[in-house]
């Protein structure tokens, strides 16, 4: 190659080089401007904010007419409500976005959604991957079997299949439980808890490990629901549900705690409570028959951040 070609040559690469770092730092910083957008200014910017929701009935869930409902619904309705005021917001659009056991994290850390309304066992581990909000329920881990199997407890199980629901904390206490006991089970992946509990009443597996409030949500919505029996030995002890948000969001942490103590602390929740727990919920009017915990009690009387768990 003649000298000024070479040279040429080397003077262009050069400059592709300047420009692809430039790029890329241009890149970077316009990445960490938009991650420095919190939450909150978003919202007040654009009027708008955005609610995940799931298919757990009485917590989230859509009806046949398009509308999303359920307690925890109307929870993150009325702290929306507040955080509009507090933004000085004439009106605040809620976006609600369908969100699955497997992906409800990776929405809240793309953007795709601000909380996520539903409920959310607050654990350790996962609070290494997500803030969690003041806890809004309670619930214990058993397993749902067909009543004519007369499986009550986890030896019942030994030997057995049992399905879990893909992105649950029930994965990791089943195959726990499964190592402790020596249980010998087979353990079934189902990708939503719908599919879970098809697959005890179709026999494909004996039971099916789930929050012990979903569980019987679903037994009243099933067909027969006489046909099904809750566990009377647990699969795991008393765990606290809060709503999802992005982590090192601070601010609009917060802010959203700071609504939910206030929500807690008002007369009107024990009616709120009443209203998805206690009374038929929509669309087949099933009562689930549950009074509030003294835990859930206590918990909203003096709300603190569960740390412990």
């Known amino acids: 190659m003649p000298l000024m070609l070479k040279i040429l040559s ?25 991650k420095a957008v919190s939450t909150l200014e978003r919202i007040r910017d654009t009027g708008r904010i955005r609610i995940g929701y799931g298919d757990t009935a009485p917590f989230s869930y859509r009806l046949p007419d398009g509308q999303v409902v359920g307690y925890s619904i109307d929870l993150c309705r009325q702290v929306s409500e507040t955080l509009r005021k507090q933004l000085g917001l004439a009106s ?84 726990e439980l499964n190592r402790d006991r020596a249980l010998n089970l087979s353990v079934v992946p189902a990708d939503g808890l719908q599919a879970a509990f098809d697959l005890v009443e179709g026999g494909q597996v004996s039971a099916f490990a789930m929050d012990d409030v979903l569980l019987s949500a679903m037994i ?20 606290p549900y809060g709503f999802m948000m992005r982590l090192g969001d601070d601010p609009f942490k917060d802010a959203v705690n700071a609504a ?13 409570y009443r209203r998805w727990f206690e009374e038929p919920i929509p669309p087949s009017n099933i009562t689930l028959h549950q009074p509030m915990s003294p835990r859930l009690q206590q918990a909203l009387a003096k709300p603190r951040e569960e740390t412990g768990i």
């Open 260 to 272: 939910l103590a206030q929500i807690y602390r008002d007369p009107k929740m024990a009616d709120l």
């Open 92 to 175: 605040l659009q809620i976006d609600y976005v369908h969100r699955t056991p497997r992906n409800r994290v990776q929405l809240l850390n793309d953007g795709i959604i601000d909380i996520e309304c539903n409920a959310s066992t607050n654990t350790a581990e996962r609070r290494r991957s997500a803030a969690f909000a003041l806890s809004h329920f309670y619930a214990s881990t058993r397993y749902v079997s067909l009543t004519r199997h007369g499986l009550q407890t986890v030896d019942d199980l030994r030997g057995r299949s049992v399905s879990v629901a893909l992105g649950t904390v029930n994965v990791g206490q089943i195959n």
């Open 10 to 34: 080397r003077t262009l690469a050069s400059v592709a080089v300047i420009f692809g770092v430039t790029h890329a730092l241009a890149a970077g910083i316009g990445a960490d401007a938009e």
């Open 220 to 239: 009243a919505a099933s067909r027969q629901p006489q046909d099904f029996s809750l566990s009377r030995e647990l699969v795991a002890a008393l765990q």
